[in-house]
């Protein structure tokens, strides 16, 4: 299972709701997207703050997930 289905749990959506279905994919798919890029350059310095940056932006996407699904299903 790719990363970003695995952050966002792309098989849990127990009220079967398309606006959640749509909230994790979208997620999923930008947090496979920031996985894609490059960690490597000629630079140590500029690796490592590369992969911090990408690991905040999965969490923010994560985070954002979230929110948007408790939106989508609150009562």
Do not use: F, H
């Amino acid at each position: 299972m790719p990363k970003g289905e695995y952050r966002v749990g792309i098989d849990s959506n127990p009220s079967k709701s398309d606006t959640v279905g749509q909230i994790k994919r979208m997620a999923a798919d930008l947090i496979n997207m920031i996985c894609d890029i490059e960690d490597e350059s000629m630079n140590p310095i500029r690796d490592t703050e590369r992969k911090r940056l990408k690991a905040l932006a999965m969490t923010g996407v994560e985070e954002a997930s979230m929110w948007a699904v408790k939106a989508a299903t609150k009562t």
